[in-house]
């Protein structure tokens, strides 16, 4: 479930930053100050070094940035988002304006996947990102994140291959 791994605290209703460096250093603050990372500097250079080998932006204006590092706590989900739109490389070449970040400890592997591929669930429901993307503060994110965690349970297997999650259409 989504919304066990977040909290209001991590919830940004709009990305500050312009640029998709200055974003990921942005969402990275929020999860050092909420208490989830030992070592800042290190989780944020996870994250970069795995946009390096390829993009998160997965497209549909959609991006969802993760790192696994000793240095995160707990698991942990951001939601943040962008009315006016972030270059971020994205596959389809298109602006990014909802960025789910996961940070994970390195013993997480299973959870961390499934949340991959449960983020990904969620956002291909269009009616849900609309809802996201004109939600007027974190609380009402937060809801309509916990909304989807009741009505559409975790599935039990999620496929991957070479350590990546496959995403159904």
Do not use: C
């Not at 942005?26 to 989780?43: P, Q, R």
């Not at 944020?44 to 997965?58: F, H, M, P, Q, Y």
Request: no cysteine; proline share 2%.
């Amino acid at each position: 479930m989504l919304a066990s791994y977040m909290s209001t605290d991590l919830i940004v209703k709009e990305i500050k930053s312009k640029s998709k460096n200055d974003v990921i250093e942005e969402l990275v603050d929020v999860f050092d100050k909420t208490g989830i990372l030992v070592n800042k500097k290190n989780f944020l250079n996870a994250i970069v070094k795995r946009e390096d080998v390829e993009t998160t932006a997965i497209g549909k204006g959609i991006a969802i940035p993760h790192g696994r590092s000793e240095d995160v706590k707990e698991m942990a989900i951001l939601f943040a988002r962008s009315k006016e739109g972030i270059d971020f490389k994205s596959l389809d070449k298109k602006p990014v304006h909802i960025i789910f970040m996961i940070a994970a400890p390195l013993n997480v592997n299973k959870e961390y996947l499934q949340t991959i591929a449960r983020i990904a669930r969620l956002l291909r429901h269009e009616d849900i990102k609309e809802k996201l993307l004109n939600a007027s503060n974190e609380n009402e994110i937060f809801k309509i994140i916990k909304d989807f965690d009741s009505k559409y349970p975790v599935q039990g297997k999620v496929e991957t291959k070479d350590g990546r999650v496959i995403h159904g259409n």
